[in-house]
């Protein structure tokens, strides 16, 4: 088969063993086993390097397919009751379900803060162009790109770029199923820290990482992952963040 190599990591392993068993009649029959360790090939013999992204491996990490809207359905049943219940407590002069009121509105309220603060960010900022490579190689660079033209004046306190690779491991079924996640590796930097913003005046920033020589490869198991991920922050004082998180396959060097 075309993968995956050998994982061993804190929560997610993937081993390959051979066995072999002679068959004779009438006797036990004898047998040995061994552990393969299939390694990270460094000429793309895996798979062609040129192969699109939809089309890698199955046991490489996909794309989150759940749509952007998925959230505003979950949120609107409760965001409909509290708007109703506030709208008695108001009406009925009713402190109780006032509070009550508040209360249910607290999660889509924050719910839809996350959703759209990037909207706001943009109100000051303007629309923000990011740009990070689909997929790497292990020991390769990863450089991302980040631009925006300022719709007010201000200040930026920075831009941050992370690295992130994770492990992800679920077990269980129905109410018990529990996700656990370990951190294999994370990487920082910043840049553009406390830098004066004018309106139309273009921001551009450029951000490059390397990774490990030895980063593993990315891993899609069903209830088991290895996911690399890219997330870029404009940190803006006294306004919400802008913040974008990107997926990375780290597949065989070509």
């Not at 009406?91 to 509105?105: E, R, V």
């Not at 994370?186 to 309106?199: C, D, G, N, Y």
Request: net charge negative.
């Amino acid at each position: 088969p075309n993968g995956p190599v050998t994982i061993r990591g804190n929560l997610v392993n993937v081993e390959w063993e051979l066995s072999a068993r002679a068959d004779i009649p009438w006797k036990i029959d004898p047998k040995a086993e061994f552990e393969i360790y299939v390694t990270d090939p460094k000429k793309g013999e895996l798979y062609d390097p040129g192969t699109p992204l939809d089309e890698l491996p199955t046991w490489h990490a996909r794309p989150n397919s759940a749509g952007g809207g998925v959230w505003l359905l979950f949120i609107l049943p409760f965001l409909l009751f509290g708007l109703f219940a506030l709208y008695s407590a108001i009406t009925q002069y009713d402190l109780f379900w006032l509070i009550f009121a508040l209360g249910i509105l607290l999660l889509p309220g924050f719910i839809l803060f996350r959703g759209l603060k990037n909207t706001f960010a943009e109100k000051r900022i303007g629309e923000v162009q990011m740009e990070v490579p689909a997929r790497l190689s292990p020991g390769a660079l990863c450089p991302i790109q980040v631009a925006f033209t300022p719709k007010s004046s201000g200040y930026l306190n920075e831009i941050r770029a992370t690295v992130t690779c994770q492990e992800h491991a679920t077990a269980g079924s129905g109410t018990n199923r529990r996700t656990r996640t370990h951190e294999i590796a994370k990487i920082e930097k910043t840049s553009a820290k406390q830098q004066r913003l004018m309106p139309g005046q273009r921001v551009e920033s450029e951000l490059e990482f390397e990774l490990p020589a030895d980063a593993v490869l990315s891993f899609h198991g069903g209830d088991n992952k290895v996911k690399w991920t890219v997330e870029v922050r404009v940190d803006i004082p006294g306004w919400p963040d802008w913040v974008e998180t990107r997926d990375v396959y780290v597949v065989p060097a070509t």
